[in-house]
């Protein structure tokens, strides 16, 4: 099975930063990632998908990059409705989430 | 617009069964595969199992940790998707949110239900 890990779990910022989170997987998965936001008492929601594409309707300040094991997602400024969790999920075989990592108000 | 309504969460004891739909529109649901992800209180997302679509047999694929106990089918004229749990147990209790993959260009999710929660205590 193929084990994803998040960092940081937990990451405090301010409005206007730029915030970069990365993703990890055991062993190479291509570029078959994605990344989703979860907000409290809602379902996910994709923001990116195969690594770095962007889904349609989902602010451009939002990118992914990375292929194999070793991913990031960079918020470019950090606006106040993206404070949220941020799950990445491989693809490559089946289906394996990260832990996820919290947006939160410095 | 593409919808996807699950129900039948509810209170259950350990051991017992549930069984969960997910009502699908908007879409044509024979197409696509539809997958099964749960999130327990507080914690994060985990992939439960998937069913492929007709042209694909409509087989199925299970997470490790319910493989034996939980059987997703769907029914296409009813635009349906179903988990039937059975054996649950304490650590089953979570939110059920059925997602549909994109298709067989990316195995991600592009739409997700808002969840039915399944608590399992007695």
């Known amino acids: 099975d193929i084990q994803m890990t998040q960092s940081p779990s937990t990451l405090s910022a301010s409005v206007g930063d730029r915030v970069t989170i990365t993703c990890r997987a055991s062993?190479?998965?291509?570029?078959?990632l994605a990344w989703y936001q979860q907000k409290p008492g809602k379902a996910p929601k994709l923001l990116i998908y195969?690594?770095?594409s962007l889904e349609s309707g989902v602010p451009s300040r939002f990118s992914g990059s990375g292929s194999g094991t070793e991913f990031t997602l960079t918020i470019s400024s950090l606006q106040p409705d993206d404070f949220a969790t941020y799950y990445c999920q491989q693809y490559n075989s089946y289906s394996t989430f990260g832990p996820g990592t919290k947006v939160d108000i410095k | 617009e593409v919808q996807l309504v699950e129900s039948g969460g509810g209170l259950v004891q350990p051991g017992g069964s549930l069984r969960l739909s997910c009502a699908a529109s908007g879409f044509t649901f024979s197409d696509h595969y539809m997958d099964w992800v749960r999130q327990a209180p507080g914690k994060g997302l985990e992939w439960v199992g998937r069913t492929r679509n007709k042209a694909n047999s409509y087989t199925t694929e299970y997470a490790a940790s319910v493989k034996g106990r939980f059987t997703i089918s769907r029914d296409d004229s009813k635009n349906s998707l179903y988990l039937q749990m059975n054996s649950l147990k304490t650590e089953d209790t979570a939110v059920y949110y059925c997602a549909r993959v994109y298709d067989s260009s990316g195995y991600y999710y592009d739409y997700w239900g808002q969840g039915t929660l399944v608590t399992v205590s007695s």
């Open positions: 195969k690594a770095s």
């Open positions: 062993q190479s998965i291509s570029s078959w």
